[in-house]
Each structure stands twice: as structure tokens, then as C-alpha cells.
């Protein structure tokens, strides 16, 4: 059972020892941006040899997976899908992101489901969570605790997480003692109380169980786009929904709607995308860091010249305005255009840079997504920036984690090189 990746070819028949559920999002169309945590990888191949060295040998189930192993191309949803329902244990690797991005949560769910149909008394059994990152607002994620104490007293692992052992040589006998210790719990528990291929809920369709907003780190999504319904009778409504949330200015090349392109790069970035349409919730806007997507045809009748209006005038900084002007310009569409650009520009000089190319606006879904991760990251930066204190704890130990941020997160390539902290 050396090999890998012949293990993975058995998996639609004789099922797998884990599956690893990290803080990740599913890839974008056309993107080439990997959100994965470089130390992952070597966490998993790391973990697989310590499974596959105390495998009985008679075992006929592949060692484990990672998403990494999913061809480019692939429908990512039924690949998910299809190793949630045959992994004899999950192994999430809990940490902030994990909480705050949706993705992780709803592979988290799905394995529970499919645990408690198969007629598991306590579903939670089946998990072997591994504190990845301490954590920051989570004051007892489901299984930690049970999972920590199986593995007897590693204070090391305890106080600096998963990730710090392994990056850091110092920690490197606790490192291969908590593989180990995981190793055989998993093993014990794939060999003794095997579930069994069984069904599984359709992931796309299953929510997160973690509250986003509990994590501290939300970040806000708002949409000015008309509903189909809505639209003007000149302007195409291809690409219009039931609600604005559902806008998609480039369906040649989009799936998604953009407010979703845009929750999923936020999760990239460790935020909590919380989506909502510009009428409903942009009372709201204050409370975190945050983007309004702008179509220009939302101001096309009165009503929602008189709601962007409105917004405008009371964004604070931390909020940024986006235009995002779809492919099928006309001479109606950029008279709309320039009249956003005067609302946008009537509240004052862009705050910077940034800010400033957000009011020009974007032409493309390849611009939107190279866009928007500057766009949050300055929404967050002026965010902490405010002139009074963050409204939570969480969000304290964010502004402090943000603070101590330095290059020490290096390639695993160079981690002979990193020393512990003094």
C-alpha cells in the first residue's frame, strides 16, 4: 500500500482511511490562484506514510485524500462528493479560516450526514480534528478536546498548533510523535468499526454548521444589480436572476454569480463572505469590511437612483464601491455608467488608490477576480484603522495577528532554515 496514487484508482470500490478537510475554497473558472496552505501538503504526505506503516496489512483501503489529487478540470463538486462518502474518518485541520469559509464547513457537514444516516450512535467519533492554527474566537470546536486528549500530553501541540510544529525544527520530535499518535487513532477506527461506502449529501447543496460571524472576521458582499424582473425592457436579461445576488455581468464566461466569485476570493483571503443584496441588508454596511458591486443599469429607474444614492453618501471607508461594467455595452449603458461615476465621485475623492481604479471600474471577470483581493485587503486595512476599538475579542486577536505578520511563513522548502521564536 506504498503507492499512493494506485490507492486513490480503489477508492470508488474499498473506500480510504481519511480524508483531509482544510481551510480552502473551491477553485474559481480560469483562475490559476492556489489558496492553499503550502504546509498542507507535506502534513498529508507526512500523515499518509504513518497511516500506511500501521495499516493491517491484509487492509484493502487506499491511506487517504487531499484535493490536490483532483485533475485540473474535474468536476470538484462530485470528486468531493465522491471521497466524502467512502473516507472511513475525517480529519479536519481546524484553525480560524477553517470557521470563517463556508467550503470546509460544508465538507465538515456533509461526512457528519452521511455518518449519522449510516447509523452511527455518535458521528463525532468519526472525526480525528488536528489543531492546525490556535485558534482565536472558537471556544470548543466539535471533537478538538476528545481528539487532543487521545493523544496524551503534547504541550507543544497544544499551545502552537499543528502547523508551528511542523514548520519549525525545534518542534520536530512532537511533530512525528502527533503523526503517529493521529495515525493510530485513525487506523483503530477504519479497522475496527468500518462504515463502509455509503451515500452522501449533495455538497453544493449542504450549509455550513460554523457561524461565519462568530469567527470575527466577516467580510461584507453587497450587490446594486436588479432583479430580472426589474431589468428595462431595452437591456438584455441574460444574466439577470430572481434577486440581485444572483447578477452575473459576463455569462459566456461565468457560472457564479459575481457575488459568490467574490465570497469565495474573500474565503481565500480568510474572511467570512457574508452576501446580501444592496436593498435588504445595506444598513448593515458599517459593521465589517466590505464591497458594493455596482451595475450601472441598477440606477436605470428612480428607485434605485435613490437607493445607491443613499448608500453612497453614508459608506464608511472601510466599505469600497465597485463598478463592474458588463461586456454588452451600449449607448444607454455608459450613460448609466458615467451617472454611477458621478454618485461615486459626489461623496468625495477616492481615499486611495485602490479605491480609486474600484470607481473606474472593471471590464472583465479576469479583471474582477485580479481586483478584488486588493480591494478587501485595503477594505480590512481601513477597517482596523477605525478610530475606535475592534467590537469583539475576535477581531482583537485578528488586528494583533495582522501586526505580527512577517515573512516567516516560508516555503516549506526552506523550514531547515527557520528557527522557534524567541
Do not use: H
Request: proline content about 8%.
Amino acid at each position: 500500500m506504498s503507492d499512493t496514487g494506485a490507492s486513490r484508482s480503489r477508492f470508488g470500490q474499498r473506500g480510504s482511511y481519511f480524508y483531509l478537510s482544510y481551510a480552502q475554497s473551491p477553485p474559481l473558472e480560469g483562475s490559476t490562484q492556489d489558496d492553499r496552505d503550502p504546509w498542507v501538503p507535506q502534513f498529508f504526505e507526512d500523515l499518509t506514510k504513518a497511516v500506511e506503516q500501521q495499516a493491517s496489512p491484509r487492509s484493502r483501503l487506499g491511506a487517504g485524500f487531499f484535493d490536490r489529487e483532483i485533475p485540473p478540470g474535474s468536476d470538484w463538486s462530485a470528486s468531493l462528493i465522491r471521497e466524502l462518502g467512502v473516507a472511513e474518518v475525517l480529519v479536519p485541520l481546524y484553525s480560524p479560516g477553517y470557521f470563517a469559509r463556508s467550503w470546509p464547513g460544508r465538507e465538515w457537514n456533509c461526512f457528519y450526514q452521511r455518518v449519522q444516516n449510516a447509523g452511527v450512535a455518535d458521528p463525532l467519533q468519526r472525526f480525528v480534528p488536528v489543531l492546525w492554527i490556535p485558534l482565536l474566537g472558537e471556544e470548543d470546536p466539535p471533537a478538538l478536546q476528545e481528539s487532543m486528549a487521545s493523544l496524551g500530553a503534547v504541550s507543544d501541540y497544544a499551545e502552537n498548533g499543528m502547523r508551528a510544529l511542523l514548520r519549525l525544527q525545534f518542534y520536530r520530535g512532537s511533530y512525528k510523535l502527533v503523526v503517529r499518535r493521529l495515525a493510530s487513532r485513525i487506523v483503530e477506527l477504519a479497522e475496527t468499526a468500518p462504515i463502509g461506502p455509503s451515500a452522501v449529501p449533495d455538497i453544493d447543496e449542504v450549509r455550513s454548521p460554523f457561524s461565519p460571524e462568530a469567527s470575527g472576521v466577516a467580510f461584507g458582499i453587497s450587490v446594486a444589480a436588479p432583479a430580472s424582473s426589474a431589468v428595462p425592457a431595452d437591456r438584455d436579461r441574460v444574466g439577470y436572476g430572481e434577486s440581485g445576488v444572483e447578477w452575473r455581468p459576463y455569462p459566456s464566461e461565468q457560472q457564479l454569480p459575481l457575488a459568490e466569485y467574490a465570497q469565495r476570493i474573500a474565503e481565500q483571503m480568510d474572511f467570512a463572505g457574508i452576501v446580501a443584496d444592496v436593498e435588504k441588508r445595506g444598513i448593515q454596511l458599517a459593521n465589517r469590511p466590505g464591497v458594493v458591486l455596482i451595475d450601472p443599469w441598477f440606477i436605470a429607474d428612480e428607485s434605485g437612483l435613490r437607493t445607491l444614492r443613499d448608500i453612497v453618501a453614508k459608506l464608511p471607508n472601510w466599505v469600497l464601491p465597485l463598478l463592474v461594467i458588463s461586456a454588452d455595452q451600449d449607448e444607454r449603458s455608459e450613460q448609466l455608467e458615467r451617472q454611477v461615476r458621478d454618485i461615486l465621485r459626489g461623496k468625495g475623492a477616492p481615499r486611495s488608490e485602490v479605491a480609486l481604479r474600484a470607481s473606474y471600474g472593471v471590464r472583465s471577470l479576469a479583471d474582477f477576480a485580479a481586483l478584488m483581493p486588493v480591494l478587501a485587503a485595503e477594505a480590512e486595512r481601513q477597517y482596523l484603522r477605525r478610530d475606535f476599538d475592534p467590537q469583539s475579542a475576535a477581531q482583537a486577536d485578528r488586528l494583533r495577528q495582522r501586526l505580527r505578520a512577517s515573512p516567516d511563513d516560508a516555503s516549506p522548502q526552506n523550514s531547515a532554515r527557520e528557527t522557534p521564536d524567541a
